[in-house]
C-alpha cells in the first residue's frame, strides 16, 4: 500500500519546538519531490516548505523562514519538519505530501498525502 504516515503533532506553549515525521509505505521517498502543508479551523490549506528530489532546492513560506527546517532521512524513508520557535498562529492540522518529481510544485499536484496530524501552540 502506497501511503505516508504521519507522527509528531501535539500541544506546545509558545516559543516551544516539535518535529513532525512523515514516514513513505510502498515507494521510496528519494525518488520525490516533498512538502509540508499545513490548514487551519476556517481557512485554506498552505504551503509550509518543500524540498526538491535532489534536495538542491528549498522553499519556505515566509511566516516560518528561520523556524521550520524541512529534511528527510533515505535510511529511514522519512521526511522530517523540525518546528522551533513556534507561535499560535502555526495552530492548524499539518500534512506531508510527494509527487514524482524534481521540482516543488503546487498543492493539487502532489500524488502522495499524508493523513495529517494536529499541532496546535498555546500562548
Known amino acids: 500500500q502506497l501511503q505516508l504516515v504521519e507522527s509528531g503533532g501535539g500541544l506546545v506553549q509558545s516559543g516551544g519546538s516539535l518535529r513532525l515525521s512523515c514516514q513513505a509505505n510502498g515507494f521510496t521517498l528519494d525518488y520525490h519531490a516533498i512538502a509540508w502543508f499545513r490548514q487551519a479551523p476556517g481557512k485554506e490549506r498552505e504551503g509550509v516548505s518543500c524540498a526538491s528530489r535532489s534536495g538542491n532546492s528549498l522553499v519556505y513560506a515566509d511566516s516560518v523562514k528561520g523556524r521550520f527546517t524541512i529534511s528527510r532521512d533515505s535510511a529511514k524513508n522519512t521526511m522530517y519538519l523540525q518546528m522551533n520557535s513556534l507561535k499560535p498562529e502555526d495552530t492548524a492540522v499539518y500534512y506531508c505530501?510527494?509527487?514524482?518529481?524534481?521540482?516543488?510544485?503546487?498543492?493539487?499536484?502532489?500524488?502522495?498525502w499524508g493523513q495529517g496530524t494536529q499541532v496546535t501552540v498555546s500562548s
Open positions: 505530501a510527494a509527487v514524482d518529481s524534481e521540482w516543488c510544485t503546487l498543492l493539487d499536484a502532489y500524488k502522495y
